[in-house]
Each structure stands twice: as structure tokens, then as C-alpha cells.
């Protein structure tokens, strides 16, 4: 479905007027694919001025925000279509959180999965400040039937999460992994 000149990355459910919409980021094409409820491909637009490589998104407060892989999350005006503010995101030490991947906001926090972890960090969106630090390496480790891979450090790690409201948990997935796991996290 996805043109092969695209390298599709984080998806967005967003409220258009009265339309639901499906906005996906390109990794490097600096583009998102608008698509209908259905994924019929409607428009594609290129990024918020500022943004060049996309990585994660997720609808937050009818506002998006987006990851690049780098220690931001850009906030970014749905309407206008521009970088309203930018969240520089720090551990408990004050240390930035750099790779951050796909993300989840859920109830004024954003839900993070950090490339090459398998570590996902819940991030208080006003502050920028990591409130608490999920390891699940302990998944990773005791599922190794889960996946695929070759045991490769690089290619075998956890690489999305998205939020399912009705059981309040995340579905949980990675490079070459075999199932999708739904946990809870507090």
C-alpha cells in the first residue's frame, strides 16, 4: 500500500471537522501521507517547517507531536501547521533522553519507546521531565520465541507501542518480533 519511495514511520489519528483522518510521517522524504478512515491515500503534505526526519506521532490534545530521533518532542499545530512549541525531554538527573522513537500520549503524558532500548519512558509533556522508566527487557528476554531475529543488539529490540483506551494498556512490538505483546503500565 505504502509507495515504495516512502519510508512509512508513526501514524496519527486525528479529528478533521467532522472526518477522522490518518496522518503517517516519512522517515527521511520530509513528507506525511494524509489518508482517509479507510487508508485511501487523500494528500500528502510536507513537514512543519523545522522538522526534518520523523520517527514517532501522536495525536496530543488535538495538537500533534512528533519524535526525530533526537531528544525533542515538537508540538505541532494541527490548523496551521507549524512547530508551536518544542519539549526538550531529561531523565530525574537532568540528562536528555536522545532517540526518542514512536510515541503514545495518554491522559497528559507522553509514552515513549527510545530506540536501541528496550526501556519505554512515561514523559510529562508540560515539563519535559521522564516521571517514570519502564525496562522491558525482562519481556524481551523470557519471550525469545517472540521473535525472529538473529540476536542481534541492533536489530532485535523493542520498536513500538501504541495505546489501546477500552483496556487501558499498550501493545507492545519490535524489529522482526513475532507478536505483539498488551500489557498495563502504571
Same mark, same amino acid.
Not at 45 to 71: A, E, H, K, V, Y
Given at each position: 500500500?505504502? #509507495?515504495?519511495?516512502?519510508?512509512?514511520?508513526?501514524?496519527?489519528?486525528?479529528?478533521?471537522?467532522?472526518?477522522? @483522518? $490518518?496522518?503517517?510521517?516519512?522517515?527521511?522524504?520530509?513528507?506525511?501521507?494524509?489518508?482517509?478512515?479507510?487508508?485511501?491515500?487523500?494528500?500528502?503534505?510536507?513537514?512543519?517547517?523545522?522538522?526534518?526526519?520523523?520517527?514517532?506521532?501522536?495525536?496530543? =490534545?488535538?495538537?500533534?507531536?512528533?519524535? #526525530?530521533?533526537?531528544?525533542?518532542?515538537?508540538?505541532?499545530?494541527?490548523? @496551521?501547521?507549524?512547530?508551536?512549541?518544542?519539549?526538550? %525531554?531529561?531523565?530525574?538527573?537532568?540528562?536528555?533522553?536522545?532517540?526518542?522513537?514512536? /510515541?503514545?500520549? %495518554?491522559?497528559?503524558? /507522553?509514552?515513549?519507546?527510545?530506540?536501541?532500548?528496550?526501556?519505554?519512558?512515561?514523559?510529562?509533556?508540560?515539563?519535559?521531565? %521522564?516521571?517514570?522508566?519502564?525496562?522491558?527487557?525482562?519481556?524481551?528476554?523470557?519471550?525469545?520465541?517472540?521473535?525472529?531475529?538473529?540476536?542481534?543488539?541492533?536489530?532485535?529490540?523493542? =520498536?513500538?507501542?501504541?495505546?489501546?483506551?477500552?483496556?487501558?494498556?499498550?501493545?507492545?512490538?519490535?524489529?522482526?518480533?513475532?507478536? $505483539?505483546?498488551? /500489557?498495563?503500565?502504571?
Amino acid at each position: 500500500m505504502l #509507495d515504495e519511495n516512502y519510508f512509512g514511520e508513526g501514524i496519527a489519528l486525528i479529528q478533521d471537522g467532522e472526518e477522522q @483522518k $490518518i496522518l503517517q510521517l516519512t522517515w527521511k522524504e520530509e513528507t506525511v501521507l494524509v489518508y482517509d478512515i479507510e487508508l485511501t491515500l487523500l494528500e500528502t503534505r510536507p513537514f512543519p517547517q523545522g522538522i526534518t526526519i520523523g520517527w514517532g506521532m501522536t495525536n496530543c =490534545n488535538n495538537d500533534l507531536c512528533i519524535t #526525530d530521533g533526537s531528544d525533542q518532542i515538537y508540538v505541532v499545530d494541527i490548523e @496551521k501547521w507549524e512547530i508551536k512549541n518544542i519539549v526538550s %525531554v531529561t531523565n530525574k538527573s537532568g540528562y536528555s533522553i536522545p532517540k526518542l522513537n514512536e /510515541i503514545e500520549y %495518554v491522559d497528559g503524558f /507522553i509514552y515513549a519507546n527510545v530506540f536501541y532500548s528496550n526501556s519505554i519512558y512515561k514523559i510529562d509533556l508540560n515539563t519535559g521531565n %521522564v516521571v517514570q522508566t519502564y525496562n522491558l527487557l525482562s519481556l524481551y528476554q523470557s519471550n525469545e520465541e517472540a521473535y525472529i531475529g538473529s540476536h542481534d543488539k541492533w536489530n532485535d529490540i523493542m =520498536n513500538g507501542i501504541a495505546y489501546h483506551s477500552p483496556t487501558d494498556s499498550f501493545y507492545i512490538t519490535g524489529k522482526r518480533w513475532n507478536y $505483539i505483546f498488551q /500489557i498495563q503500565l502504571d
